[in-house]
């Protein structure tokens, strides 16, 4: 089942992930998650990623 989570940003936030997306390829939205699945992977967290849209 996926959650759905509201989260806020600036809107320097989110023009400076909004361009960090951009330069990876990668949605808005996939690059927030990715990069909270990464810090959590860094912290000692086992993710399992979702699969590929």
Known sequence: MDHKQLIG???AQK???????R???LSF??????SAVERA???G???TQPRVD
């Open 9 to 11: 940003f600036t809107q």
């Open 15 to 21: 023009e400076a992930i909004a361009e960090a997306a």
């Open 23 to 25: 330069r990876s390829g």
């Open 29 to 34: 939205t996939a690059f927030v998650r990715s």
């Open 41 to 43: 992977a860094d912290a």
């Open 45 to 47: 967290v086992e993710v």
